[in-house]
């Protein structure tokens, strides 16, 4: 016997089985947002299903029926190789498929006239999928070809009424569309990005940003140094003055921090809780530790921080760095409790 629903509501049950469905229906768009190879397999996949999808309607030219024949083969073998490749293709790759769905898009267009399909509404997807995974300069230049495209299709494919409201049409909704995807994409990097207490850089974002500076110091032989700082004594903000108080501190901290660092290229993040991160790059053991310096003078009144340091070697990972910072910071910290202030303010 199930149990009785009152008022026609959710069991508790029902809830956890509906919130672990939401949560992986979410993981799952995630994914997809981070591997653009299971997009394209996804897109060619619809390609596929579109162009064979036309076929019983009426009665096709022969020319045509073996067009959209091909043409299904042809998104099929696409799909296949993203399928079984996955992300071991380089990622440039993925310009091509673009630049091939665009041509197919333009055959499309031209086949689908003999039999009144409007198959010139695929551009759509090619847009919103390089508005998804390519550069501003990389969308603009897959749009140039869409309209290039459709420019040749109505020029020198079969007659349309109007051509040029008919390009007008496809290529402005077109372009809507990509704006709309960019700015929402741009809107939501933005927000993975950032910590929603103190609006600086979230965990996320440093991992990124230490991993690509990084790099970036291995190619160029620039200094590279982090600081990894803790507020001492914050559990006792939170139990005395309560957590909206808690949280007002780290606000305050980011924003005089914020304020404080170099414009360059230095990088502050909430790491976690009370947890901060610095990366300064162009800095050695002297000049990361001057920048600290210029964080603790501007601490709210009653705060201490303990704060750690570490400067690339020239081959240890991002986290062995910064678990050398971790390991300062904390002997920092036990110094402090036995009366030691250096680095600690």
Same mark, same amino acid.
């Given at each position: 016997?199930?149990?009785? +629903?009152?008022?026609?509501?959710?069991?508790?049950? #029902?809830?956890?089985?509906?919130?672990? +469905?939401? *949560?992986? =229906?979410?993981?799952?768009?995630?994914?997809?947002?981070?591997?653009?190879?299971?997009?394209?397999?996804? !897109?060619?996949?619809?390609?596929?299903?579109?162009?064979?999808?036309?076929?019983?309607?009426?009665?096709?030219?022969?020319?045509? %029926?073996?067009?959209?024949?091909?043409?299904?083969?042809?998104?099929?073998?696409?799909?296949? *190789?993203?399928?079984?490749?996955?992300?071991?293709?380089?990622?440039?790759?993925?310009? %091509?498929?673009?630049?091939?769905?665009?041509?197919?898009?333009?055959?499309? /267009?031209?086949?689908?006239?003999?039999?009144?399909?409007? !198959?010139?509404?695929? !551009?759509?997807?090619?847009?919103? !999928?390089?508005?998804?995974?390519?550069?501003?300069?990389?969308?603009?230049?897959?749009?140039?070809? *869409?309209?290039?495209?459709?420019?040749?299709?109505?020029?020198?494919?079969?007659?349309?009424?109007?051509?040029?409201?008919?390009?007008?049409?496809?290529?402005?909704?077109?372009?809507?569309?990509?704006?709309?995807?960019? &700015?929402?994409?741009?809107?939501?990097?933005?927000?993975?990005? %950032?910590?929603?207490?103190?609006?600086?850089?979230?965990?996320?974002?440093?991992?990124?940003?230490?991993?690509?500076?990084?790099?970036?110091?291995?190619?160029?032989?620039?200094?590279?140094?982090?600081?990894?700082?803790?507020? #001492?004594?914050?559990?006792?903000?939170? #139990?005395?003055?309560?957590?909206?108080?808690?949280?007002?501190?780290?606000?305050?901290?980011?924003?005089?921090?914020?304020?404080?660092?170099?414009?360059?290229?230095?990088?502050?993040?909430? =790491?976690?809780?009370?947890?901060?991160?610095?990366?300064?790059?162009?800095?050695?053991?002297?000049?990361?530790?001057?920048?600290?310096?210029?964080?603790?003078?501007?601490?709210?009144?009653?705060?201490?921080?303990?704060?750690?340091?570490?400067?690339?070697?020239?081959?240890? /990972?991002?986290? $062995?760095?910064? +678990?050398?910072?971790? $390991?300062?910071?904390?002997?920092?910290?036990?110094?402090?409790?036995?009366?030691?202030?250096?680095?600690? &303010?």
């Amino acid at each position: 016997m199930g149990k009785a +629903r009152k008022g026609g509501g959710l069991l508790p049950s #029902d809830k956890q089985e509906q919130t672990a +469905r939401t *949560i992986s =229906l979410g993981a799952h768009l995630r994914k997809l947002l981070q591997d653009p190879s299971e997009a394209a397999a996804i !897109f060619w996949g619809g390609g596929a299903i579109a162009a064979l999808s036309v076929l019983p309607l009426g009665n096709w030219p022969r020319a045509s %029926l073996l067009a959209l024949v091909g043409i299904a083969g042809l998104c099929t073998i696409s799909c296949g *190789i993203r399928v079984i490749a996955r992300d071991r293709l380089p990622r440039w790759t993925m310009h %091509l498929d673009a630049g091939l769905a665009t041509v197919v898009g333009g055959v499309m /267009s031209v086949v689908g006239v003999t039999n009144n399909v409007n !198959f010139a509404v695929l !551009f759509v997807w090619v847009a919103l !999928f390089a508005a998804l995974y390519f550069r501003p300069i990389g969308v603009l230049g897959h749009l140039a070809g *869409i309209g290039i495209a459709y420019g040749l299709v109505l020029t020198l494919g079969p007659t349309v009424p109007n051509p040029v409201a008919a390009w007008l049409s496809i290529v402005g909704t077109v372009s809507m569309a990509t704006l709309v995807m960019v &700015a929402v994409m741009s809107l939501l990097r933005s927000s993975a990005q %950032l910590d929603p207490l103190t609006g600086i850089a979230n965990r996320r974002h440093w991992d990124e940003r230490i991993e690509a500076e990084r790099e970036r110091s291995k190619r160029t032989g620039q200094a590279l140094s982090v600081a990894m700082i803790d507020v #001492d004594d914050f559990k006792a903000v939170n #139990d005395r003055d309560g957590h909206d108080a808690g949280d007002r501190v780290l606000e305050e901290l980011a924003d005089a921090w914020t304020a404080a660092i170099r414009g360059g290229g230095d990088f502050l993040a909430r =790491l976690g809780g009370d947890e901060f991160g610095l990366l300064a790059p162009g800095s050695d053991g002297s000049g990361i530790q001057s920048l600290a310096e210029r964080l603790v003078d501007v601490l709210p009144p009653g705060l201490a921080v303990s704060i750690g340091f570490g400067t690339w070697d020239g081959s240890e /990972s991002a986290s $062995q760095l910064m +678990r050398r910072a971790d $390991q300062s910071m904390y002997r920092t910290k036990l110094r402090y409790r036995h009366g030691d202030m250096r680095h600690h &303010a």
